[in-house]
C-alpha cells in the first residue's frame, strides 16, 4: 500500500513539473507599454479654515511630479510652498493671523473614469486621491512680534479634473484638504489660535500645468503617454483591426499553374507552363521567348535571338580569315614619301688654310654616307666655304678645294658613288656666321639635298690652300 502511494506522488510530481516548464516555455504579450512621467507645476489660492475665518486670496504653488502604475491608478510626488491670513469680524475677539505653510507629500491617485473606456484616448481624466506628508508652519497672531513655529506629519486627500490638450501637455482643476497630525494638538493652530478645539484644516484649491515628459524605452520605441490617458485595450484592439483588414483567403486559381488568383501576377498563364512563385511565366535566358516556346531556354548571353528563342552566335573564325583580314589591313596601309626637304645634313670644317679632312670629322661624313646608301634616288650637293681672310680668287679656289676633298673621302672611303655628288663652291661670299677674321664656323662644307643643280669647274687662280687629296686620278677623281 505504501509503496502505492508513494509511486502515485511521484506521478504527481512529474506531472506538476511538466505544467510548470510548459508555463515557463509559452510567450506572453504586454498589453502596458512604457509610458512618460508627468511633470506639472501647480498654482492657486490657499486658505485656513478653523477657529478663525480665512481671508481669500492667500498665494500658493508648488511642483509635482506622476508616475502612472497601471491605467487607473499612479502616484504623485509633490512640494507646497503657501501663504495666507485669517481674521475674525468679531469686535469682541478682533483675532488675526498670518501663516506660511511648506510641505512635501506622496499621493496615490485614482483616475476614476478609467475603470470604463470607449476611446483610443481619454480627454478629460476625474482624478481622486489621498496621501501622507510632512508640513512645517508659522502662524503670527496679530500683534505678535515672532511666528511660532510646528512641524509633523500631515494627511492630505482631494479630487479634480484634468484636459487633454495634446500628448504632450494637459491641464488640472483640483482641490486639496490637509490637515497636520499630533498629538500636543499644534494641527489646531494652523492660523495660530485654539479658540474651540476645532481642528483647522488647510484647503488648496489649483490649477496644475502638466508635461508629459520621456523619450524612448530600451528597444527604442517611443514611449506612449501616461497610462491614465492611453485606452488600456488600445494595443489589442489595433491588433484586432490590423486582422479585419487582411483579405478573406480565396484559393481560387484560374489557370491552375498552383499558385492562387489573391498572389498571381499572371492568372491566365498557358496550360503546363512552368510560372514561378508569384505565377509568372518562366523565362530563364531572359531573352523575352517563354520556356514553353523557347527553343533554347539557356541561350548564351549576348546574342541576338530569333522567334524560337535561339541565339544567332556567328560561325568561329578559321585560320584563313585571320590571314586574309591581316593581309587586307597590310594592303591598305600607306606609308608616308620622304621629303627631301626635311633631310638635315651635317658639315664638315677645316683647319686654317687648309683643305684637307681631319680625323674629327669623319664621324659628320659618315652619316652623309649613310643617308645616301639608304636612300637610292637622292642626290646631294657639297658646297664650299671660306672666312674673310685673304683675296677672293684665292678663297673661291680654297673652297672648291674644300668640297673636293670631301666628296672624294665620301668616294673613296665610304663607297658612294661618285655621279650622286655635286661639287659646288661659294668662297668667302657666304659666311655663316658675320665675324671678321678668322673663323671656323665659316671654313666649312656644306652638305644639302640636290634639287637640280649642276657641277660647277674649278675657278681660275693658282692653287690655294694646304693638303692632300684621296682620290684615284686613273678612275677621274
Do not use: C
Not at 101 to 127: A, E, I
Not at 139 to 167: C, D, H, M, Q
Not at 410 to 425: A, E, F, H, K
Amino acid at each position: 500500500m505504501t509503496v502505492r502511494k508513494l509511486t502515485f506522488a511521484l506521478l504527481l510530481t512529474f506531472f506538476g513539473l511538466g505544467l510548470a516548464a510548459q508555463d515557463a516555455g509559452s510567450t506572453y504579450r504586454s498589453f502596458t507599454p512604457a509610458d512618460q512621467w508627468e511633470l506639472g507645476v501647480d498654482l492657486g489660492v490657499p486658505f485656513i479654515k478653523g477657529d478663525i475665518d480665512e481671508k481669500i486670496p492667500g498665494f500658493g504653488g508648488g511642483i509635482h511630479i506622476r508616475k502612472a502604475l497601471g491605467h487607473v491608478f499612479s502616484i504623485r510626488v509633490s512640494g507646497l510652498y503657501a501663504k495666507m491670513k485669517n481674521e475674525n469680524g468679531s469686535a469682541a475677539t478682533d483675532l488675526a493671523s498670518e501663516t506660511t505653510w511648506l510641505s512635501g507629500s506622496g499621493q496615490l491617485v485614482m483616475t476614476v473614469n478609467n475603470l470604463r473606456f470607449d476611446k483610443p484616448y481619454r480627454k478629460v481624466g476625474f482624478n481622486v486621491y489621498g496621501g501622507l506628508g510632512y508640513a512645517n508652519f508659522e502662524p503670527t497672531p496679530k500683534g505678535a512680534t515672532s511666528a511660532g513655529s510646528y512641524s509633523g506629519a500631515n494627511i492630505e486627500v482631494g479630487a479634480g479634473l484634468a484636459f487633454r490638450f495634446n500628448s504632450k501637455f494637459n491641464l488640472g482643476l483640483e482641490y486639496t484638504v490637509a490637515q497636520v497630525l499630533g498629538s500636543d494638538g499644534q494641527g489646531d493652530r494652523l492660523e495660530g489660535e485654539d479658540l474651540n478645539d476645532s481642528p483647522d484644516w488647510l484647503h488648496w484649491p489649483h490649477i496644475s500645468l502638466n508635461f508629459n515628459i520621456g523619450g524612448k524605452d530600451k528597444a527604442g520605441n517611443k514611449k506612449s503617454e501616461p497610462l491614465y490617458w492611453v485606452n488600456p485595450m488600445e494595443q489589442a484592439g489595433n491588433a484586432i483591426s490590423e486582422l479585419e483588414k487582411r483579405p478573406i483567403y480565396d484559393p481560387t486559381d484560374t489557370d491552375g499553374d498552383g499558385i492562387i488568383d489573391a498572389i498571381d501576377d499572371e492568372d491566365n498563364s498557358p496550360a503546363g507552363a512552368r510560372v514561378d512563385t508569384k505565377g509568372v511565366t518562366l523565362d530563364s535566358d531572359g531573352d523575352k521567348v517563354p520556356n514553353y516556346k523557347d527553343k533554347e531556354p539557356f541561350s548564351p548571353p549576348g546574342y541576338t535571338v530569333n522567334a524560337d528563342g535561339v541565339a544567332q552566335v556567328p560561325k568561329p573564325i578559321t585560320e584563313a580569315d585571320v590571314n586574309r583580314i591581316v593581309d587586307a589591313k597590310i594592303a591598305a596601309i600607306k606609308f608616308p614619301t620622304p621629303q627631301t626637304n626635311e633631310w638635315f645634313l651635317p658639315m664638315v670644317n677645316f683647319g686654317d688654310n687648309r683643305y684637307d679632312l681631319r680625323y674629327s670629322e669623319y664621324e659628320k661624313l659618315y652619316q652623309v654616307a649613310t643617308v645616301l646608301k639608304n636612300n637610292a634616288g637622292l642626290k646631294v650637293v657639297a658646297v664650299g666655304h671660306t672666312d674673310d681672310r685673304g683675296p677672293e680668287g684665292y678663297n673661291a679656289v680654297l673652297s672648291y678645294n674644300r668640297a673636293k676633298a670631301a666628296i672624294e673621302m665620301l668616294v673613296s672611303q665610304y663607297g658612294v658613288s661618285r655621279d650622286r655628288l655635286i661639287l659646288n663652291w661659294s668662297g668667302e661670299s657666304a659666311n655663316l656666321v658675320p665675324q671678321k677674321g678668322a673663323s671656323q664656323i665659316n671654313r666649312r662644307v656644306e652638305f644639302r639635298i640636290a634639287k637640280g643643280e649642276t657641277e660647277m669647274a674649278r675657278p681660275e687662280g693658282k692653287e690655294a690652300g694646304k693638303g692632300s687629296f684621296k682620290g684615284n686620278k686613273d678612275a677621274g677623281y
